[in-house]
């Protein structure tokens, strides 16, 4: 396996999939093996075939995925719809040459095919601090050509400086701001907060926004709704829910009352429009 932090990685396709592992893939995609209880047998099937990631494409984007140990990566490889419900709703309040914010943007299954709709007039902005899951996302970013992806390395949350994040068990996807004690593995980050971002990254206004940050979304939200200008406020917005219960604040409750409305739900994420 290519270590994410060499500095000049094999170039994209290096590790397309085998015959054998290309067939997996595709019985997966044209089958129910694609629900998330059967990818991590098709995982260890793929890794018997050779071990390592595979080179595919996702949603218009270029991906080198790491299935092994991301829940996110495994998604990507054998499930073709994957998130598209909620890609699909960002992308219907997402005009070419607009702008895209996603927060916890992971190795970039968001941020990547959202960057292809915008083309390359418009800007997305991608923020992922692990550091191992950032070489993923600049490299897939690289990979696919889309430099209107500006990437930041920091985490976003109410205040900045730096804070803690830790990974439970084998998930990379899952990686987390510590809230309480931290583990033996945890390590520091910088922290920014989202309006800080913006205005480094010279956003004047955001079209649409996901934030995935298992339970520190409404560190996020509640800080800057409440000191954002409006011009700022995303037109759309797919939050997880998974973690609510985490939250400290209920950050929903507050963008409804700042006139957004839910108009959707999936398993994972809620569907909010503004107005």
């Given at each position: ?83 598209r419900e909620e890609l699909d709703f960002l992308r219907s309040h997402l005009p070419a040459g ?104 010279g956003a004047t206004r955001v079209d649409v926004l996901k934030i995935d940050v298992e339970g ?50 999936t398993r994972s994420n809620t569907l909010l429009v503004r107005g």
């Open positions: 396996m290519t270590p994410d932090n060499d500095p000049s990685p094999p170039p994209f396709g290096t590790f397309a999939p085998n015959a054998a592992q290309s067939l997996v893939i595709r019985l997966a995609h044209g089958s129910g093996l694609k629900r998330g209880a059967f990818r991590p047998m098709l995982t260890r099937a793929l890794n018997l075939l050779r071990a390592g990631p595979v080179d595919v494409g996702y949603q218009g984007a270029n991906f080198r995925l790491y299935h092994q140990v991301s829940a996110t990566e495994r998604g990507a490889v054998f499930n073709p719809d994957y998130n607009g702008v895209a914010v996603d927060v916890g943007a992971n190795v970039g299954t968001f941020a990547l095919p959202l960057a292809r709709h915008v083309g390359p007039d418009g800007l997305v902005i991608a923020i992922e601090p692990h550091p191992v899951t950032h070489a993923r996302l600049r490299f897939n970013r690289d990979a696919s050509g889309l430099s209107q992806v500006r990437l930041v390395a920091a985490a976003a949350g109410d205040s900045d400086g730096e804070v803690m994040i830790e990974t439970d068990g084998d998930n990379l996807g899952a990686s987390h701001i510590v809230v309480g004690t931290a583990g033996a593995d945890a390590f520091k980050v910088p922290s920014m907060r989202l309006q800080a971002i913006l205005d480094q990254a520190f979304e409404d560190r996020v939200l509640i800080s800057f709704f409440r000191d954002a200008p409006a011009a700022l406020w995303p037109r759309a917005v797919v939050i997880e829910h998974l973690s609510r219960d985490e939250w400290r604040q209920d950050c929903l409750a507050d963008m409804i009352s700042r006139g957004y409305r839910e108009v959707g739900r």
